[in-house]
């Protein structure tokens, strides 16, 4: 499977509509990939909290259909990145778009872990609830967005759901670059899976962006980093070799289920060293 990762420079001074009509510009020159992946919140700026109520838009608004149309046109399955979801009930949400070669919606993922602490999308936002795999049949595409790669928890249930292929746009800041391209190797080990982490590029809102979107294969090896200007990153996956790596090193099948919680193991230790 050919995959082309999208880091596309968010400048404050382009406007979101430019933008959007050069994003779907570029996922059409994409047609000999089968999987085209963009940034996370790549119209306004993951940052870009102000614009967020203004620019929000819902499941079938201006960036989700021209994201079906380059889709269609290139005819590959397109990860659009995310875009501020306006719920039909007015709540706000981080949601992933997944496009079939058909330029249908395949599925949406609402990012469960809001980034921002007291502000930003973590109070602007609500969280989603749901965990998405999606994709080709053959691939299984695991949906997580940006700061949920912290949380290896959500990476099990994806992988327990079938996932071979972690798919995370972001919009990580350059501060904490080497956090992204840590924790990318260590989702791909611990699921054994690809990670494909496409990030933006350029400064928005004052927070320069990491760049440095990257592949890593089921062993935990980078197959292909970007660097920090716009660009398309492309790399061809081997999907056998996520079988391979589960079954020659049976780690999955290790684990111990079922431990108690860790309230009760701390009360456990408290009474046994007395
Ligand atoms: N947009 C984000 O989720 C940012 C995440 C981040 O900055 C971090 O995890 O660090």
């Not at 959007?20 to 119209?43: F, H, K, N, Y």
């Not at 590959?76 to 875009?83: M, Q």
């Not at 327990?160 to 990318?184: D, M, N, T, Y």
């Amino acid at each position: 499977m050919r995959a082309s990762l999208v880091q596309i420079d968010v400048d404050p001074d382009e406007s979101p509509e430019s933008r959007r009509g050069r994003a779907a510009a570029i996922v059409r020159t994409q047609s000999g990939s089968d999987l085209v992946v963009l940034p996370e919140l790549w119209t306004l700026g993951a940052f870009a909290y102000d614009s967020f109520v203004s620019g929000a838009e819902p499941l079938d608004g201006p960036t989700a259909r021209a994201m079906a149309a380059a889709a269609r046109d290139a005819g590959v399955w397109l990860h659009a990145g995310s875009i501020v979801e306006r719920a039909p009930d007015g709540t706000l949400y981080n949601t992933a778009l997944v496009f079939s070669p058909d330029g249908a919606l395949a599925s949406s993922y609402r990012k469960i872990h809001r980034f921002g602490f007291d502000e930003g999308e973590a109070v602007m936002m609500g969280a989603g609830e749901e965990v998405v795999t999606t994709g080709p049949p053959d691939a299984t595409l695991g949906l997580a967005i940006c700061y949920d790669l912290r949380f290896p928890e959500l990476f099990r249930l994806l992988t327990e759901a079938g996932a071979k292929v972690l798919v995370i746009p972001a919009g990580w800041p350059a501060r904490r670059r080497e956090h992204w391209r840590l924790l990318a190797r260590a989702r791909a080990v611990e699921s054994q899976a690809y990670v494909l982490g496409c990030c933006s590029t350029g400064t928005h809102a004052g927070v320069e962006q990491a760049g440095h979107s990257i592949v890593v294969d089921p062993w935990g090896e980078v197959l292909a980093e970007a660097g920090t200007a716009e660009e398309v990153l492309t790399v061809e996956l081997d999907l056998d070799r996520v079988t391979q790596v589960r079954t020659d090193l049976p780690v999955l099948r290790d684990r111990m289920l079922g431990l108690p919680e860790p309230a009760a193991r701390t009360r456990g230790n408290a009474t046994a060293g007395g």
